[in-house]
């Protein structure tokens, strides 16, 4: 079961096609899913060719996706159920199979939700995993608890933290009454403690504004101010739709400025390894 198969991607009209599919995408999953139908980049909107898109193209956003899945519709279950299928869990830990998936979408918010897209996960690792002892159920299970392992250690609002000895009581007779031995259940706390579950750095802090959802690239750059004794200030970039944006913090809806990138050349410095320089083709 591979993570990864390519999109066919026939020069620079299906690479335009694709960008603005995922502009849309972000706005509405179904119009962008029916803009890649019309254009015939993917044959047609059956659960496998979705499950397949949002895998492999880039820019889309793993709030939507998140979203998406977490649909109780029979069409939206059986996208779920094909993209899971697309991801490798064989000979992973079930905590790290949950961090291989979470890495790939936003969790959704409802509880329901969240109980749909487990329960699916469960299946599908249970499957992935043959040799594994205890099942669908104690996949699910365990899951939950990990799930809240997680919220309950790294959630800053969350004062006292669970510790271990309530972890392995709280998954006290799980396996159809038997007990996990304590030191399965000590090395995921460990796991989990020393490295939260969570998406990529750069999805986490995805914006609700479309425009900068998913963007080409973003990430911190030290901007300098004007004039020779101006000092240099800390700031989120996003380029995106042709423009660079900068962000006082990720949190930001709108921008501090505005860069247009048309007519521009980038380079970076000689002297400085570093630096980042920006121009007109005019030198201005």
Same mark, same amino acid.
């Given at each position: 079961m591979?993570? =990864? !198969?390519?999109?066919? +991607?026939? $020069? %620079?009209?299906?690479?335009?096609v694709i960008r603005k599919a995922a502009e849309k995408f972000n706005v509405s999953v179904k119009d962008g899913i029916n803009h890649l139908v019309?254009?015939?980049?993917?044959?047609?909107?059956?659960?496998?060719?979705?499950? =397949? !898109?949002?895998?492999? +193209?880039? $820019? %889309?956003?793993?709030r939507k996706?998140?979203?998406?899945?977490?649909?109780p519709t029979a069409y939206n279950q059986q996208v779920l159920s094909a993209w899971l299928g697309r991801l490798n869990l064989s000979d992973l830990?079930?905590?790290?199979?949950?961090?291989h998936m979470i890495l790939k979408m936003r969790l959704p918010g409802e509880a329901q939700q969240i109980d749909?897209?487990?329960?699916?996960?469960?299946?599908?690792y249970a499957a992935q995993n043959p040799d594994f002892e205890g099942g669908v159920d104690l996949v699910y299970v365990l899951s939950f608890s990990i799930i809240m392992l997680n919220t309950d250690l790294h959630n800053p609002s969350i004062p006292r933290k669970m510790s271990c000895a309530a972890f392995i009581h709280n998954n006290r007779g799980i396996d159809n009454g038997k007990d996990i031995p304590a030191e399965v259940l000590t090395r995921i706390y460990q796991r989990i403690k020393a490295d939260p579950i969570r998406m990529d750095e750069d999805d986490m802090f995805e914006s609700?504004?479309?425009?900068?959802?998913?963007?080409?690239?973003?990430?911190?750059?030290?901007?300098?101010?004007?004039?020779?004794?101006?000092?240099?200030?800390?700031?989120?970039?996003?380029?995106?739709?042709?423009?660079?944006?900068?962000?006082?913090?990720r949190q930001d809806r709108s921008p501090r400025a505005i860069i247009p990138l048309e007519q521009c050349r980038v380079a970076a410095s000689r002297s400085k390894p570093d630096l980042i320089i920006l121009a007109r083709h005019d030198g201005q």
């Amino acid at each position: 079961m591979s993570d =990864r !198969v390519s999109v066919p +991607i026939d $020069g %620079l009209r299906d690479r335009v096609v694709i960008r603005k599919a995922a502009e849309k995408f972000n706005v509405s999953v179904k119009d962008g899913i029916n803009h890649l139908v019309q254009n015939k980049i993917i044959q047609s909107d059956s659960p496998a060719e979705v499950a =397949r !898109v949002f895998h492999e +193209i880039q $820019g %889309l956003s793993k709030r939507k996706i998140g979203e998406f899945l977490g649909k109780p519709t029979a069409y939206n279950q059986q996208v779920l159920s094909a993209w899971l299928g697309r991801l490798n869990l064989s000979d992973l830990d079930i905590d790290q199979g949950i961090r291989h998936m979470i890495l790939k979408m936003r969790l959704p918010g409802e509880a329901q939700q969240i109980d749909r897209m487990i329960e699916k996960f469960a299946s599908e690792y249970a499957a992935q995993n043959p040799d594994f002892e205890g099942g669908v159920d104690l996949v699910y299970v365990l899951s939950f608890s990990i799930i809240m392992l997680n919220t309950d250690l790294h959630n800053p609002s969350i004062p006292r933290k669970m510790s271990c000895a309530a972890f392995i009581h709280n998954n006290r007779g799980i396996d159809n009454g038997k007990d996990i031995p304590a030191e399965v259940l000590t090395r995921i706390y460990q796991r989990i403690k020393a490295d939260p579950i969570r998406m990529d750095e750069d999805d986490m802090f995805e914006s609700e504004v479309s425009t900068f959802v998913a963007p080409l690239r973003s990430g911190w750059l030290w901007k300098k101010g004007g004039g020779h004794l101006s000092t240099s200030k800390k700031y989120w970039f996003v380029v995106t739709d042709g423009c660079l944006y900068y962000f006082v913090s990720r949190q930001d809806r709108s921008p501090r400025a505005i860069i247009p990138l048309e007519q521009c050349r980038v380079a970076a410095s000689r002297s400085k390894p570093d630096l980042i320089i920006l121009a007109r083709h005019d030198g201005q």
